[in-house]
Each structure stands twice: as structure tokens, then as C-alpha cells.
């Protein structure tokens, strides 16, 4: 990630004010994209789902559903980078220990705001630094170990246990679940478009009208492969759409 690369953001708070304080200090800086702001820890696990934000400034203190519950609902799919802001300083320890890269405790002056910010920025340049160097899938064949370039894959479809990996003509499994690869794939070019199905958007070539009315991915190669509502806004963000 160069220095000009746009962060997404989520603002997780109950407190409307607190929000709102949030918000303004970061649209001060133009690499920040704000994705949403929450106002429980339900719809911040909607949102951090749907949206996949890399950075998500998470209150302690909601109502239902706290920051930590949030975190743990999450489990092997958590934000590249979480700061939790709350008025308590007791629950530091136990944010530290949750992963969290910060601890905002409210209130703090914009100077202490900036240096989170910074930080959070920076841990998320070096992970997609670590993403980009990988360029191969390492597939484990009958009598053969097979280095298979990321670019290459069409499209992820779930196969039980394992990942079916579609390149061209010949497909290859890998034991991987969806949500692994999901998380862990370049996400300006892999995409997923249902709950088994992932897709190469360099691959996409149209979307076409279904007999029921809904809309499927078209790829290049002639492959037809159905889109999912809940992934619909997903997919139309990643191809810059107004509308599905």
C-alpha cells in the first residue's frame, strides 16, 4: 500500500456526539474512506461482515451486544486493525489482550487521535505489504507440489472441506475454508459473490438477468455463476456500480 491508498473505516459508538467527534477528525485526513458509522455492536458485526473494513474504531460500552462480544462474534475474521474508545480505563488490559491495536480512552485531544490514526495506518500498510509478496497458492496434488499463482484463479467455489480453485480449464482443491480465503485474498481483485463462491474481478465481463430477475456474475471464459443478495452491495462497491 503506497501513502496515497484510501483506508476504509468503520465508527462503532452509541453515543450519537461521540460518533459525530469521531467522524469529523477523520474526514481531516484524505486517505480515509468511512464505510459506516454503528450505533450497536449487532449492526457493527453486519457491517463489519458485509463491508470489511480495515480499521474499526469499536466503543466498549453498547447496550445487547459490547465491543468485546463483537470481537469474539467475529472469531478468525476480525478487522486488520481495531482501536476500542470508551470513557473507562479499566478495560485496557483486556483490549490489549484481545488484539487491539489502541486504546482511546475518552476524552482525548486531537493530537493523541492523530497518533492512533498514524500508527493504525502504518500496521495496515506493512499487512498488505505481507499480502502482496504472496503471490502463490502452494497446492498439494497426488505425487506433485504445485506453486499456483494467485492472478491466475478465475474463481473459489466451496467443496466440502477444501477450496476448488478454477484456472482456465483445470481446477485444483485446496484445504482452505471460504472465509479464510476471503479474508486473506487481495480484496481490490477477489470478491466474494455468495456464500461458496468467490470471483477474480479482473475475470468479471458482464451481469446478466436470470430467469427469476436476479442478477449473475458472467465471466469471461463463459462461466455463469449466481450472485447472492447479501454480497450484491459488496460486489457493486468493488465494481464501482451505482446500482445492481
Known sequence: MDRESTVRVLVVDDEPLARANLSVLLRRDPTIEIVGECT?????????????PALVFLDVQMPECD???????????????????????????????????????????????????????ERIRLAQDAAE??????????????FLRISDIDWIEAADYYACLHVGSTTHLLRRSMSDLDRDLDQAIFC??????IVNLNRVRTLVLNEDGERDVQLENGTTLRLSRRYRKQLQSRLGQAKL
Not at 41 to 50: F, K, P, S, T, V
Open 67 to 121: 465491543g468485546f462480544d463483537v470481537l469474539e462474534q467475529l472469531g478468525n475474521a476480525p478487522p486488520a486493525v481495531l482501536v476500542f474508545v470508551t470513557a473507562y480505563d479499566q478495560y485496557a488490559l483486556r483490549a490489549f489482550e484481545a488484539g487491539a491495536l489502541d486504546y482511546l480512552l475518552k476524552p482525548f485531544d486531537n493530537a493523541r487521535f492523530e497518533r492512533t490514526l498514524e500508527r493504525a495506518k
Open 192 to 197: 466474494r459473490i455468495h456464500r461458496s463462491t
Open 40 to 52: 450497536s455492536g449487532r449492526e457493527a458485526l453486519a457491517e463489519i461482515r458485509d463491508k470489511k
Open 133 to 146: 509478496k504472496q503471490e502463490r497458492l502452494v497446492v498439494k496434488t497426488a505425487g506433485q507440489i504445485l
